[in-house]
């Protein structure tokens, strides 16, 4: 894989074959896949060790302070994978002369920053 020729592809005609809304797709390299897919690993288990919490009738402060640790977790994954997209996408984008990539990444941070 790479990450700089054709780092976002796709059409809105691919929709409906496994291809996201936007009909578009990011081609990673693999030390980027494998970094996030880690990151999502350890959020799934942090996920699932709230839940034994819950089962087991922990503190709620404990539990909370767990969550808290989620969130920052998930903030970290969103900062990175935002950072990816806007070095390699949207500069991919605007020297393709497609301006409106900033139109995009402002929608999406509106979208992301709620």
């Not at 291809?19 to 390299?29: A, I, M, Q």
């Not at 996030?36 to 539990?63: F, H, S, T, W």
């Not at 970290?76 to 990444?105: N, Q, Y």
Request: proline share 4%; aromatic share 2%.
């Amino acid at each position: 894989m790479s990450d700089k020729k054709n780092c976002c592809s796709g059409t809105p005609s691919e929709i409906g074959n496994g291809v996201p809304p936007s009909g578009r797709k990011k081609h990673r390299g693999e030390k980027e896949y494998r970094d996030l897919m880690n990151r999502l690993k350890r959020i799934e288990g942090q996920v699932r060790g709230v839940q034994k919490m819950l089962e087991n009738d922990a503190y709620c402060p404990d539990i909370l302070i767990q969550v808290s640790a989620i969130n920052s977790a998930l903030n970290g994954f969103s900062k990175t994978l935002l950072a990816s997209h806007m070095k390699s996408c949207v500069v991919e984008d605007i020297r393709g002369g497609r301006d409106e990539a900033i139109d995009e990444l402002l929608d999406t941070l509106q979208k992301v920053m709620k």
